[in-house]
């Protein structure tokens, strides 16, 4: 059996966002805590890097949440339904439960927002997870380490050069 490459895992992101459309057009049309400015959304689907190279990891907004996505090759290495497994993103370990939607297959979700009444636009929701992206993806070395030195002279933390 072929497993799906990154291009492929990618596009999956799109396919979940197409199951989410049915979902909100059904289950939880009329529900009083969709905000109404928000449509279902799939957002910066990419690979990931280091050890899980197998896998993207993407943004999912939709009108009444905003989920960080971990879509795997080998759908059998993801938490099973309800169950959680740390990944590690930048410098953070980070909580995802494992979910499936029949239409889709398995998948992991990690909460960002819920519910998205904060967001006034689609826009601005979009914005948000692709900064939100954008500081998961940076290399190990780029993200700010604290400076014992500012720290202990109130000036906060350092980048490095």
Do not use: K
Not at 13 to 36: C, D, K, Q, S
């Amino acid at each position: 059996m072929n497993r799906p490459g990154p291009a492929e895992l990618a596009r999956r992101g799109e396919e979940l966002a197409n199951v989410f459309r049915e979902i909100a057009a059904t289950r939880m049309a009329g529900m009083p805590l969709l905000n109404p400015a928000l449509q279902v959304e799939a957002i910066g689907f990419a690979p990931c890097s280091g050890a899980d190279e197998d896998a993207v990891l993407g943004i999912l907004l939709t009108p009444w949440c905003m989920n960080l996505i971990y879509l795997a090759q080998d759908e059998s290495v993801l938490a099973a339904p309800g169950a959680s497994r740390l990944h590690e993103l930048g410098a953070e370990h980070y909580s995802f439960i494992g979910a499936h939607e029949p239409a889709f297959g398995a998948y992991e979700m990690c909460s960002l927002y819920s519910p998205v009444f904060e967001f006034s636009a689609q826009e601005v929701a979009r914005a948000v997870a692709l900064e939100v992206l954008r500081c998961l993806r940076q290399p190990q070395e780029e993200i700010e380490q604290p400076s014992r030195r500012r720290l202990l002279l109130g000036g906060g933390v350092a980048t490095r050069p």
